[in-house]
C-alpha cells in the first residue's frame, strides 16, 4: 500500500513529542538539581511540592519514553502502535484538560495539549487508520451491504 | 373490472409466511366494520358516535356526511378491555412468540437514553389505550370461528399502452398491535398493507414492490429475477412482520429507526457537521458509501425490531390457508353499486382516532386515502411509488433506445445550426468591436459591445458543451442497444440504493448479560446521578461524566467495541482541547494565521521571480 502523505508529519510529531516531555524531564531534573531539599521529602514544610515534582517528573519521562517508542512502531507500521498512539494521546490530553480546568496549566500544559490534538486528528483520518490496518471491516449481508 | 383481472390477480397471488405469536390475519372488511361503530371528531369538540356497533352496513360507511374543516370520520372495531380482562385473555391465549435478545441490547447507550424519551413522548401523545388489541383478538377470533376467511382486496392497474400493469394486492388487519404484542414502535386499530407485481404487456412478470411502513421509491422494489425474492412458481412470498405486518422479501429480524418527534432541525445540523468531519477532514473509520449505507434516518432515533421470521401461519397457494380475492373498483368507477365502493366513498379512519399529533397511533385510512383524506400516492401512481416511473418496459427498450438516439440527432443538427449562426454573429460583433478601438466617439457604444460578445461567447462555449454530452449520450445508447441485443442485462439490483436487511446472527446473539446490563443500564445511570446529587452536589459534574463514562466502558466491554470506544473518547478529548486552546488563545492563533498567509504569498510570489 502506498504511504500516506500525513505518515511523515505524524512520525514527526510523535518523535517531536516525546522530545518535548524528554525536555520538560530534564529541566525538571535541573530544578530539583538546584534545590535539592525538595528531594527530600521534607515534612517541615516541602512535603507537598516535593511529592509534586517527583510526580511530574516521573510522568514527563514516561510520557517521553513512551512516545519514543511508539514513534519506532510507527516507523515500522505495526498495528499496536496506532492503538497505542491513542491510548497515549487520550492519557496526555486527560491530564492537560484536568490541569486547565482545575486551573494550574502552565505553557508546557498547552504545548502537551495542542500536539497531542494534532496527533489524534491525523490517526484518525481514514487513510491513516487503513495504513495502519486500524479501520472497521463493514459487516455484510446476504446480498451485500 | 372484468374476470379477466381477478384470474389475473390469482395468478400472481402471494404467499405470506407469518411470524409465530400473530393474532391479526388479513379479513374482509364487511365484516369487521358490522362489529364497529362510525364516529365523528369535530374540532374542539368531543367525538360523536353516528352509528353505533351491529347498526352500521358497508352502504351506510359510504354515505355523504357534510362536516367543517378539520373534521375525522373514524371507526370503533372494539371497547378495550380493563387490565384484568386483558391479562385474561392473554393467559388463555399465551403468545406462541418468542422474543430473541431485546432491541435494546443490540444499540448503544445513547440510543436507549432516547428510548426512555420517546416512551415519555408516548404519555404525553395520544395512544390506543392498553387492552384494545386483546379485545381485538377476541373479536376477530369470535369472526373466524364462525366462518373462517383470509381475503385480500386485488386491482389491476393499467397505465396506457406500452406501460407496466400494476397487479395490487392490499391486506386488510383488525388491528396493529406492533407495540403491545412484540415491542414495536406503535399500536393502531386496523391495519391496511399492498403489495404490487408489475407484469408486461404479455403478461410476464417483471417487478414486484412489497410497502414497508412509510418507504417509497427504487428499494422497495425487487426484479422478478432477483435471488431475494422468493417464489413459488409465480406467486411471491412475503413474510410479514409481527404486528406491524410490513413486508419484507427474506425472513428474519430487522432494525428500525424511529426519529424522536421534532427532532429534524437537530438532525439536519448533525449531517452537516458529520459531512464535513467526514469528507472534508476525512476523519473517521469508514468510506462515504460505507457511511452512507450505515446513515441512521436521524440523531435521535430509537431503535425497534420487526420480527418477520416467517415461522407461522402460511397463507396463499400452498400453504395452510387459502386467499378469498376480492376486487377493488377501478380507478374512476365512482358507481356506489359496487360491493367495494368503500374503497373510492370512504375517507374516514378504519379504527380508532387516537389524537396522536404524529399520527403513529391513529389508525389508517383505506386503501385510496392518507390519513388527511389526500390520496395514496401507491393508489393513485403504482409505478411513481416504487420509482418505475422511469423504468421502460422490455417489449418497448428498443423503440425507447431508437426514439431516444433521434431525439439526440435531432438536438445535434439544432444545435450545430445554431453553433454556426451565434459563430456568424460573434464574428461581425468581433470585427465591429475591432473598428471601434480607434474611434473616440464609440468611448459610450465600446463596453456594451462588449458585453454582447462575451455572452454570445458563453452562448455558444454552452452549446458546445451540451453538443458534446449529446455525442456521449449517442455513443451510450448505441453501446448499450447492442448490449441489449446480445441478451445483456443490467445487475438485477443496481436499482437499489438501501436495501433492508435481517440482522445478523452475531447481533441477534449477544449474551444474556449484555441484555440485562442494556435492560438495567438507563435506570442504574439515573439512581447513580441521583446518589452523586445527594452525597457531593458540587461535583454533579464530574460525578455524571464519570457514570457514563463508566457504563460505556462496560457495555464496550460486552460488546467487544473497547478500541472503538477509546477511539471516540479521545477524539472526543481532542475535539475539547481544540475548543480550549482557540478560546485562550484566539488572538495568538488568528496573527498567527495572518503571517502564515504573508509567508505563503511571499513564498509564493519568490517562486514565480525564481521559475
Redesign the interface.
Known sequence: MKRHRARLPLLLLVFGQGAMFLTYFALYLFNVGMRPELMMLDPRGHLQAGLSLWFFTGTWLVLGAASVIIGVGLRRMRPWAW?AA??L??AI??L??EA?FNRHADPSF?AA??V??VI??AL????V?ILYR???T??E????? | MTMDDLELLRRFEPIIHFTRGEHFFPMDADRYVGESSLWEARPEQPPVCLVPETKLTLAKLVEPRPAPHGTVHYLRFVESLTPLEAARFLAKHRRAFRRSRGRLARVGLASRIIDALFSITLILRGRVPGGTAAAAADVYQRLQAKAEQYVYYGRAVRSGPGSFIGLQYWFFYPMNDWRSGFYGVNDHEADWEHVTVYLAEDLTPQWVAYASHDFTGDDLRRRWDD??LQRVSDHPIIFAGAGSHASYF?PGEYMHEVALPFSGPLTRIFRVAEKFWRDT???????NE?AD??RSSGVLVVPFVDYARGDGLIIGPGGAKQWQPRLLPEAHDNSLDHPQAWAHHYRGLWGLYARDPIAGENAPAGPKYNRDGSVRRSWIDPLGWAGLDKVTPPGGVAAAIAGGASAIEQRLAVAQTEIADKTTQLRALGLESEAMIDAPHFKAHHPEHLKKIAGLSEAIQQLHKQVAVDHALLEALTAYRERLAQGERLPA?SHIKL?H??T?E?TEQLGRLAEAWAALSIGLLILGFIAVMLIAPRFWANGLVSLVAAISFLEALFRREA??L??R???G??L???V??VY??ALPLLVAGIIALGVFIIVDNLRELAG
Open positions: 492503538t491513542l491510548i494521546e487520550g490530553l486527560i492537560a484538560l486547565y498547552y495539549m495542542a497531542a490534538m489524534v486528528l484518525n483520518q481514514r487513510e487508520q486500524a479501520h472497521y463493514p459487516l449481508g446476504p446480498f451485500g451491504r | 435471488p431475494e427474506s477532514l476525512r476523519q473517521g473509520g469508514l468510506s460505507e449505507h450505515d439490483r436495501a436487511h435481517p445478523t452475531e478500541k472503538e477509546i477511539q473518547a479521545v477524539v478529548l481532542s475539547v482541547a481544540l480550549v486552546l485562550e488563545f
